[in-house]
């Protein structure tokens, strides 16, 4: 039997509560990725924010608040097993409290720990890659990301911009987090029209790009180093790659 939810954090959780009260899951995956298995039976799990809210309480409670980070972390990653590497995670977690963390080799842990990482290290990497642009009385800054993070990303801009307002676009996704001054929201967002960019800004984007261009000293220019730290699929949204 395999558990099914909307796709919300709580929706897994509800589907980790039903695996201990109502009978024992196979897997979880969220139903709009969910690619049909032969002799597995599907079960649809409506969310339920009472049932999530002891899970996540257990989480904090009997294993740690670096179990819930991982959890979380993973649950945002774009692998497609995530959720059933979440289950078997918590799974020895509820076992072994705050040591789970430390049995690094255990095929369950190393999964988690895998998938959490790469979505701490793409948050880090964007965190300095991503280009605000001025649009209006908005700054807009696009993205592609590979994990489904922005929400990582809203609370440290909101910080260092709060006197503006800003919009952060994940393209792929088509959802963005809105700032207005006070605070962040999660909203859908699609904007597919090519950005209408104040002079002012069209000014700073050019001296940007001269700047870039002119501080490299050519002989000691590394297209491997600087692939390793600005990866090619992320620049299609960097003022300074874009010709």
């Known amino acids: 039997m395999v558990y099914l939810h909307d796709g919300t954090f709580n929706g897994l959780l509800t589907c980790v509560y039903e695996h201990y009260y109502l009978e024992k899951a196979n897997g979880i995956y969220p139903e709009n990725r969910f690619e049909m298995e032969l002799l597995e039976q599907e079960v649809h799990i409506a969310t339920d924010d009472v049932k ?5 309480d257990a989480i904090w409670n009997k ?13 945002l990653s774009n692998d497609y097993k995530k959720d059933c590497y979440i289950l078997k995670y918590l799974e020895l977690g509820f076992k072994m409290g705050y040591k789970v963390d430390n049995d690094h080799t255990n095929k369950d842990v190393i999964n988690v720990h895998k998938l959490s990482s790469k979505v701490s290290k793409e948050r880090h990497r964007l965190l300095g890659l991503l280009r ?41 996704r ?24 104040s002079e002012k800004e069209r000014d700073f984007q050019e001296m940007w ?21 600005v990866p090619t699929r992320y620049r299609k949204n960097i003022v300074e790659f874009n010709k």
């Open 132 to 172: 605000f642009q001025e649009v209006g009385d908005v700054l807009y800054a696009p993205l592609t990301p590979d994990h489904d993070l922005i929400e990582l990303l809203a609370d440290h801009f909101a910080d260092r911009m709060r006197n503006e307002k800003f919009i952060i676009h994940d393209k792929k």
């Open 63 to 75: 294993i740690s608040d670096e179990a819930m980070k991982n959890v979380y972390y993973t649950f």
């Open 52 to 56: 999530a809210k002891k899970v996540y």
């Open 174 to 197: 088509n959802k963005a987090v809105v700032y207005n001054k006070k605070e962040w929201m999660i909203t859908d967002f699609t904007y597919e029209n090519e950005i209408d960019v």
């Open 209 to 229: 790009k001269g700047y870039f261009e002119h501080i490299g000293i050519k002989e000691r220019k590394n297209l491997v180093l600087q692939r390793q730290f």
